[in-house]
Structure formats: structure tokens, C-alpha cells
């Protein structure tokens, strides 16, 4: 059975930071690419970062350069999300991913397996 497990998150201050995980299991993560995405009350699924092993390639939204780092630990089968400098807005459900990376910028339906989620909140 295939499973991704996010974990991490929490309730942060602002300018605070987190480190999300998203563990797999039942797949090889190195084989796809694997995205956060991320969705705050009331608004539409975002994605927030991707990173492919195979060819080096990593995406963040603009929102978050320069704050966020994904990174990949093949030998634990998991990918981290770095979360430094967080904002209020960046309050949401975060979601890992995998699948295939087509397009220029995250697109839910290229991704294959899905997490639960993990809840991140960021007080003013």
C-alpha cells in the first residue's frame, strides 16, 4: 500500500519556523517528484514547492523564495520542507504529493499519491 505521511507542523509566532516532513512508504519518492501544496480556509489548493532527484530540478512559489527550502533524504525515503520566516499567511493544510512534474508550476492533477495532511498555523 502506498502512503505519505506529512508531519511537522504546529503553531508557530510569526518570523517563526517549522520543518515538515513527508515520509513515504510502499513507493520510492526519489522516482516521482514530490510537491507541497498547501490550502488555507475558504481558498483553493496551492502548491508551494517541488523537487525532482532525478534531474535537480526544485519550483517554490514566488511567496515563498528566499523562505522555504525542499529538500530530499533518499535513505530515509522522506522529503522536508524548511519553513523560516513565516507570515500569517502562510497559515494553511499543507499536503506532500507525488507524481509526475509536467508542467512549469504544481498542477494537482499530475500527482498520483497524496498525504493527509498537516495543519500549519501562524499567529501574529
Known amino acids: 500500500e502506498v502512503q505519505l505521511v506529512e508531519s511537522g507542523g504546529g503553531l508557530v509566532q510569526a518570523g517563526g519556523s517549522l520543518r515538515l516532513s513527508c515520509a513515504g512508504s510502499?513507493?520510492?519518492?526519489?522516482?516521482?517528484?514530490i510537491a507541497w501544496f498547501r490550502q488555507a480556509p475558504g481558498k483553493e489548493r496551492e502548491g508551494v514547492s517541488i523537487?525532482?532527484?532525478?534531474?535537480?530540478?526544485?519550483y517554490y512559489r514566488d511567496s515563498v523564495k528566499g523562505r522555504f527550502t525542499i529538500s530530499s533524504d533518499s535513505a530515509k525515503n522522506t522529503v522536508y520542507l524548511q519553513m523560516n520566516s513565516l507570515k500569517p499567511e502562510d497559515t494553511a493544510v499543507y499536503y506532500c504529493?507525488?507524481?509526475?512534474?509536467?508542467?512549469?508550476?504544481?498542477?494537482?492533477?499530475?500527482?498520483?499519491?497524496w498525504g493527509q495532511g498537516t495543519q500549519v498555523t501562524v499567529s501574529s
Open positions: 504529493a507525488a507524481g509526475s512534474w509536467l508542467s512549469s508550476f504544481p498542477v494537482e492533477d499530475e500527482y498520483d499519491y
Open positions: 510502499g513507493l520510492t519518492l526519489d522516482d516521482y517528484a
Open positions: 523537487i525532482s532527484t532525478h534531474d535537480d530540478s526544485i
